[in-house]
């Protein structure tokens, strides 16, 4: 797997451009994942027959085993790459990902994510509308934060009370300056202090959000605060004594008049030939299974897995046993079934 | 899924699957490591190690932490069931650092903590780490010049930390009483504790997601495949019986280089490593255990390998290694030993000198010989509180077979050496790093400045 990649060009084996490699989508097309004749929305077509024989020739052949085994190795492994990804940015920044949702976005996002949750521990999975261009839409939808942090590096103790809250209130009224520089409201702010907090002799920090102004008698509810933080984190408390290392300010501005996305909703078909059935390979063990496919503009409120979902940007895989239900604003939320 | 059947080709997916899992894991456990710590010698130049072992014992994944370490862990573990057979409950974390009885040297403290799946020993975690002092006669307690390990601080026998979850207090309060910087030494314990645990539960979570019988047999299969891929490598060794003699300057009192003699022999895809011819036990503390021995040995057949087996058991059971009882390779109590690291990247060198005769397309030239542990500790004048601190200097690669080597960096471990920044806070003196003017050895691949 990797590390070399084909790129757009020529791309998977499936897009007929002179790609005859497999690649992990043309290990999606091989177990019924894709569509094997055509993406986005009919605009790309591809060619399931070469992604069969990338897939053979490059993968199964050489291991003695059949395509779909090779092809659900492939997947398996791209999973447990991207799912050792996410633990670089939960685990090693200290927190534990079975408490978060996993949002799913990007053409390939939602076709691996519910596999992804589940090795994770993730019981919670959201494709939001337009997943497939979710970056460039929310560029257009989005609110402006601004981050400002200053180092202070000092013990935790009462004496420090007057040297936070100057140093929050100085970081605030810079942010909300900031704020009303790009055109913003008082009421259209929201202002987060947080002061970085870590055992002595340590080297890394939490940032522990602090309610309200620094008042006589913090540092023992803040101290505890932390030690509540860093138990869930590490499962152990020590008695050592708490510094601080920075302090932070975490300014929004709600902006008026953004791009209201909620309202768009893509389809794969323009509405007809909205419901078919293919055969996917979900799990070694279950062999390939014939799964509903649905256009994203005819998907019920609720559905229950397996079941696909194509539309324009990207295709979502609901694996068996997953609920999945489409909400106002467009988004799909899938609930995955057994192991909290 | 496949269980019950030991062969990693039968299903090479859930194998790679399965070994991909075991290195995220111990990974995983080394960052845990660096968030948790409190010692800069722990958390910044990074001597420490993870690693996962079966219920026999047997090194199944490494971090990418300092293989030094690391192939003293199957004699560490050995002492560890030698003192408690199969005396192990849920909860139990055993640690040790004695080097008579498995350990390496006094501040190199190794923890292994059982896991249990359904009431049935399945394996260990373990972090190894370079604690910042042991107590002794120097702050650090890595002293080159002591003569016995009475003076080398606390020895540790293979004893419960924690026993069914509940600490030892008695063992933690004589840490508190022997060791100069208590919060920086228990501070780094729970580090390695926390870690231990961490990486509990994430093995736990295969042996749940795969049951124990599949578990169990692709870790076999994994000790299989890394033999079978080093024994393959070996064979296409020319067979024969090689030697090669490198000299450490001294030993701190005498000044008569200390020769250090490998004799490699090469049959049928297996090595043999005798270190016969070397020098007798010496009064300095650069005498090393048997087991740092076997580790460095590892680690420079490892270094000469084209095949990216799997660091585990597996590769160890390709090569021996001996060493004579009473040689500064093997010694008999009470030698000193803590200043062993150096002996250690000898022995590597001398080991190297040996290879580039069976193998001389994959062996770089000597590099600066190992990288200088330096430790400064005493009392702050102002609060007469103690501080210590330990770093490692790098020099340079020697010259590689198609390039440069490369500067700054370490030839025998991965370690870093404090940011000067670092330093500055920690220790009320100011430094300066930089490269050595024309350190490097001229050639057509330069060896880096130091």
């Known amino acids: ?340 | 899924m496949t269980t019950g059947d030991a062969s990693p080709f039968a299903d090479p997916i859930t194998f790679a699957v399965i070994k991909n899992a075991f290195d995220t894991i111990v990974d995983e456990m080394a960052y845990n490591v660096m968030r948790t710590a409190r010692s800069h010698i722990v958390r910044e130049v990074l001597d420490y190690s993870t690693t996962l072992c079966d219920r026999h014992g047997r090194i199944v994944a490494q971090a990418k932490t300092v293989a030094l370490h690391l192939g003293a862990v199957p004699d560490a573990i050995a002492a560890v069931q030698a003192a408690f057979g199969n005396d192990f409950a849920p909860g139990d974390v055993v640690i040790m650092n004695d080097p008579y009885e498995g350990g390496m040297h006094l501040p190199d403290i190794f923890m292994f903590k059982p896991v249990f799946f359904q009431d049935r020993l399945q394996g260990f975690t373990v972090v190894v780490a370079h604690h910042c002092d042991m107590g002794g006669r120097v702050p650090g307690s890595n002293a080159s010049d002591s003569t016995e390990i009475f003076q080398e601080g606390f020895r540790v026998p293979p004893l419960k930390l924690y026993e069914r979850g509940e600490p030892n207090k008695t063992l933690f309060r004589l840490f508190e009483k022997n060791v100069r910087v208590p919060d920086l030494v228990i501070g780094d314990l729970l580090s390695q504790y926390a870690t231990c645990r961490m990486g509990e539960r994430q093995f736990l979570r295969l042996f749940e997601r795969y049951g124990a019988a599949t578990v169990e047999s692709y870790i076999e299969g994994l000790l299989d495949y890394a033999e079978t891929m080093t024994r393959r490598e070996i064979e296409a060794w020319p067979d024969g019986t090689y030697s090669f003699t490198d000299h450490i300057d001294g030993d701190g009192f005498s000044e008569a280089p200390i020769p250090i003699k490998a004799t490699i022999t090469v049959k049928g895809g297996h090595l043999e490593v005798d270190f016969e011819g070397s020098a007798p036990q010496v009064k300095g503390a650069i005498n090393s255990t048997l087991s740092f021995v076997k580790s460095a040995s590892y680690l420079s057949v490892r270094c000469v390998m084209d095949s990216d087996a799997p660091n585990n058991a597996g590769v160890f059971r390709c090569i021996d290694v001996k060493a004579p009882p009473g040689s500064m390779l093997n010694p008999r109590l009470p030698a000193a030993v803590a200043a062993r690291a150096l002996t250690g990247y000898r022995i590597v060198d001398t080991m190297l000198g040996c290879l580039a005769q069976i193998v001389p397309a994959k062996v770089m030239a000597a590099g600066e010989g190992g990288n200088t542990v330096v430790c400064l500790g005493g009392y702050d004048k102002a609060t007469g509180e103690p501080f210590i601190l330990v770093d490692m200097i790098n020099g340079a690669w020697g010259g590689r077979v198609d390039q440069d080597g490369i500067e700054g960096s370490p030839t025998r471990r991965r370690t870093c050496p404090l940011p000067v920044e670092t330093l500055e806070r920690a220790i009320p003196c100011a430094s300066r790093l930089a490269t050595r003017q024309d350190s490097c050895g001229a050639g057509k691949w330069r060896a880096n400045s130091a």
């Open chain 1, 1 to 340: 797997m990797g590390p070399r990649s084909a790129g757009a060009e020529p791309g998977p084996a499936c897009y007929g451009k002179g790609g005859s490699q497999a690649t992990v989508t043309d290990a999606n097309v091989v177990l019924g994942y894709l569509n094997p004749k055509e993406l986005a929305g009919g605009t790309l077509a591809i060619d399931a027959s070469l992604s069969h024989a990338a897939i053979t020739t490059h993968v199964a052949a050489p291991l003695g085993v059949d395509a779909a085994a090779a092809a659900l190795g492939v997947r398996e492994i791209a999973n447990l790459n991207m799912a050792r990804a996410i633990r670089a940015v939960t685990v090693e920044r200290g927190v534990d990902p079975r408490d978060f949702t996993l949002v799913a976005f990007g053409g390939s996002g939602p076709v691996h994510a519910c596999d992804l949750a589940a090795m994770l521990g993730i019981r919670h999975v959201l494709m939001p509308n337009l997943a497939g261009v979710f970056t460039a839409a929310g560029m257009l939808a989005g609110d402006i934060e601004r981050q400002l942090v200053e180092p202070l590096p000092a013990p935790l103790d009462e004496a420090l009370a007057p040297r936070l809250r100057a140093a929050l209130d100085r970081l605030e009224a810079e942010a909300r300056a900031a704020l009303a520089e790009e055109g913003f409201t008082a009421d259209q702010m929201a202002i987060e202090r947080q002061v970085d907090l870590r055992f002595e002799n340590q080297d890394t920090e939490l940032g522990i959000t602090v309610d309200g102004t620094i008042e006589a008698g913090f540092a023992a509810p803040l101290r505890e605060r932390f030690l509540e933080a860093y138990e869930r984190v590490y499962e152990y408390r020590a008695r050592d004594r708490v510094e601080v290392v920075a302090v932070r300010v975490v300014g929004r501005g709600h902006r008026a008049g953004k791009l209201d996305f909620t309202s768009y909703r893509t389809s794969a078909t323009g509405g007809t030939n909205v419901a078919s059935e293919r055969q996917v390979m979900f799990a070694r063990e279950s062999g390939f299974i014939a799964t509903p496919v649905i256009d994203r503009s005819a998907l019920p409120a609720e559905a229950r897995g397996p079941l696909i979902v194509e539309s324009l940007d990207t295709t979502a895989v609901i694996p068996p046993g997953a609920v999945v239900r489409a909400d106002e604003a467009g988004n799909l939320r899938i609930e995955l079934e057994g192991r909290a």
